[in-house]
């Protein structure tokens, strides 16, 4: 499993993961163009308040995605019934 350093929100931390070095290096600049965008309109904030919205902001991105990739799935899997159940298409 490959090992990891890398600065992140002024932080160097370290780990292993599976993930391929594309996908770290993207979930990277997710991370912190999000940060980004919440302290440009946050004003003078501490950065623990900021990481909370940034948890929060990531959470609730994540959710949103989630519920689209079920009812994706759900309407998937009524096309295939109805084209496994009917002869006619």
């Not at 996908?23 to 909370?52: F, P």
Request: proline content about 2%; aromatic content about 6%; charged content about 35%.
């Amino acid at each position: 499993m490959p090992r990891y350093t890398l600065t992140l929100l002024g932080l160097e931390i370290s780990f292993k993961t599976d993930a391929d070095n594309q996908r770290i290096e993207a979930a990277q600049a997710l991370i912190e163009n999000k940060y980004k965008e919440l302290v440009a309109g946050a004003g003078d904030i501490s950065k623990e308040r900021v990481l909370t919205y940034l948890i929060l902001s990531l959470a609730d991105d994540y959710l949103v995605a989630d519920e689209t990739r079920r009812r994706l799935e759900g309407k998937i899997g009524e096309i295939l019934e109805k084209t496994s159940t009917d002869p006619d298409r």
